[in-house]
């Protein structure tokens, strides 16, 4: 079967214009859908049609969701509403993680949707109610493709319009595509763009930076790198965030953290801890402002020309499959005031080996301080993948798209 025949028949799949053919049952309609050079039949039910649709033959009608294919017969059935529930038992396990298959529909989409041109008015988000209760949903429109992808309770507890970041559904974890910045004075991602260097060749690269995707990594580094409290953080260290921010640090709850506990990792805060004892809304207006002060070092460091390392990663699952992964370290050696600083990024690129320039969507993972003779004694994860380059990454400029 031809890529673009299984692209148009995996659920999600978006066909901007399909023509009405006629009723084929009591409660459906067929149609004709084509994208490209594939040409189908569709089935619509009227299950899956607002009120009041109206169907003439031979006419056209715009943006129908792919929801399922019949291989028997070759009929890819089609939905223009109520169709959430179908794509979440398509893209999750019933413990909302996702499953581990191809999504051949995304890459071909968010190839050019992520691209610096195209990601700003690409997506469409759109918040709805699934059938797994106390969980909000939101429907992600791309261009040509359809997800679902879910809202973290907490996130009601922060401030501002939700941010969309474009994160790999060939991954480990629970998809993190939704973030807020918590404020109004900040408007992200951020757009940068740059250079990366490699042993033997240079590449141009777009860079859009996006927030913090995980409010539990957010607030532990408050916890730990800002306010330096025990038990995660070393009292110690405070005066060499105080003379990196070049602000002081003045909290008197002592103990707000008493009840927070890391994960296994010692990398965040434990969410699930968190999420069951409803932690995260009694915490997050007594360190709001460290939040803030703690995401605008982190953009502020990132400008900076300190030395930045970009490691590329074919993804996790699908060695030939989008996107890459894109790993970026920030270090500086502060010698005259014996502290080290480094700022940790993630993200992903969709069309590394497609663009004459790329463009690479990173978060924030960690920004700290440290003794200048710090080292990690921690093993580092091991990254899943194949490594296929590293080099010095240069950006310059800055301005929002």
């Given amino acids: 079967m031809k890529q673009i025949d299984k692209i148009c028949r995996t659920p ?16 459906a309609h067929r149609l004709r ?3 490209e050079s594939f040409e189908g039949v569709g089935i619509l039910r009227n299950q899956y049609c607002p009120p009041g649709m109206k169907f003439e033959r031979d006419k056209p009608l715009k943006e129908l969701i792919v929801i399922g294919y019949n291989e028997t017969y070759d009929y890819i059935y089609l939905a223009k509403q109520d169709y959430l529930d179908t794509l979440m038992d398509f893209y999750y396990d019933p413990n909302l993680y996702l499953k581990y298959t191809p999504f051949p529909h ?10 610096k041109d195209n990601f700003n008015d690409a997506f469409r988000l759109t918040g709805k109610k699934g059938r797994i209760k106390g969980r909000r949903w939101f429907e992600v429109k791309g261009p040509m493709s359809s997800i679902v992808i879910q809202e973290l309770n907490i996130m009601n507890d922060l401030k501002g319009p939700h941010n969309f970041f474009p994160d790999s559904f060939y991954n480990d974890d629970q998809l993190r595509s939704l973030y807020k910045t918590d404020t109004n004075d900040i ?13 033997v060749a240079k590449q141009k690269v777009h860079i859009f930076l996006h927030g913090f995707t995980s409010p539990a990594k957010w607030h532990y580094g408050v916890w730990k790198h800002v306010l330096c409290l025990k038990p995660v953080g070393n009292p110690l260290d405070k005066k ?29 805060c434990n969410e699930k801890h968190c999420r069951d004892n409803k932690l995260f809304s009694n915490m997050h207006p007594h360190i709001r402002n460290y939040c803030h002060r703690y995401l605008k070092q982190a953009i502020s460091f990132f400008e900076t020309n300190a030395l930045k390392e970009i490691e590329v990663w074919t993804n996790d699952r699908y060695t030939n499959s989008l996107p890459h992964k894109i790993i970026v370290c920030i270090t500086n050696r502060n ?20 663009a004459e320039c790329p463009t690479i969507h990173l ?7 440290g003794k200048l003779n710090w080292k990690n004694n921690k093993k580092r994860r091991e990254e899943k993948g194949l490594l296929i380059d590293f080099g010095q990454l240069n950006t310059w400029g800055e301005k929002n798209e």
């Fill in 12 to 27: 999600g799949f978006i066909f901007k214009k399909s023509i009405y053919e006629g009723p084929v049952f009591p409660d």
């Fill in 33 to 35: 859908v084509q994208h």
């Fill in 106 to 115: 995304l890459e071909s989409d968010w190839m050019n949707a992520c691209s």
């Fill in 187 to 199: 408007e992200m991602p951020l757009y940068y763009p740059g250079e990366a260097i490699f042993k």
């Fill in 240 to 268: 060499k965030w105080e003379a990196f921010e070049n602000n002081t640090v003045t909290f008197a709850n002592q103990n707000l953290f008493n009840k927070c506990k890391e994960n296994d990792k010692g990398s965040s």
């Fill in 335 to 354: 010698k005259s005031q014996n502290r080290l600083e480094k700022l940790i990024l993630k993200g992903y690129c969709y069309d590394w080996d497609k």
């Fill in 363 to 369: 978060f924030i993972i960690t920004l700290f301080t």
